[in-house]
């Protein structure tokens, strides 16, 4: 995460905080300075049964919205920096105009700022991969997951 410029007030650590497809997950803290460096991969993995169609899958992950917080561990229980919400579809398989960086992998998104943060809104770096893959239930119905 760079904001170039930026410097923060409170010197607490900060970490993302990730919510797709009903689940969360954090990165590890690290040091409140300016680019932030998170070298983490974080999974998450949802069974979508009774779903045969792969356009029917495209409508749910419309309809889900993947949540990114910059979160800042100032106590009793932290402050949300900066935050960026899209459908879980976009999120995940962006259109290829977006995409930036080696081979299309990397994306750069600008996170909107909360009142907490001063400055300009800082820019998120990452790369998604995501893999659909068709399974067999024991009751010999077929779902993607």
Same mark, same amino acid.
């Given at each position: $995460?760079?904001?170039?410029?930026?410097?923060l007030k409170d010197k607490q650590e900060l970490y993302l905080s990730v919510f797709v497809l009903g689940q969360y997950n954090k990165t590890e803290c690290v040091p409140a300075v300016f680019p932030l460096f998170f070298q983490e991969k974080l999974v998450f993995e949802k069974t979508f049964a009774n $779903?045969?169609?792969?356009?029917?899958?495209? /409508?749910?992950?419309?309809?889900?919205t993947a949540v990114l917080e910059l979160i800042q561990l100032i106590p009793p229980v932290g402050k949300v920096l900066a935050t960026y919400e899209e459908n879980t579809r976009d999120f995940l398989f962006p259109?290829?105009?977006?995409?930036? &960086?080696?081979? &299309?992998?990397?994306?750069?998104i600008l996170m909107k700022r909360s009142p907490?943060?001063? &400055?300009?809104?800082? /820019?998120?770096r990452f790369s998604t991969t995501s893999l659909i893959s068709d399974s067999l239930l024991s009751l010999g119905r077929s779902h993607i997951q």
């Amino acid at each position: $995460i760079t904001c170039p410029g930026v410097q923060l007030k409170d010197k607490q650590e900060l970490y993302l905080s990730v919510f797709v497809l009903g689940q969360y997950n954090k990165t590890e803290c690290v040091p409140a300075v300016f680019p932030l460096f998170f070298q983490e991969k974080l999974v998450f993995e949802k069974t979508f049964a009774n $779903i045969v169609d792969p356009g029917d899958l495209v /409508k749910l992950l419309e309809f889900d919205t993947a949540v990114l917080e910059l979160i800042q561990l100032i106590p009793p229980v932290g402050k949300v920096l900066a935050t960026y919400e899209e459908n879980t579809r976009d999120f995940l398989f962006p259109d290829p105009m977006l995409t930036h &960086g080696r081979r &299309g992998l990397e994306r750069e998104i600008l996170m909107k700022r909360s009142p907490y943060f001063t &400055g300009i809104a800082p /820019k998120l770096r990452f790369s998604t991969t995501s893999l659909i893959s068709d399974s067999l239930l024991s009751l010999g119905r077929s779902h993607i997951q």
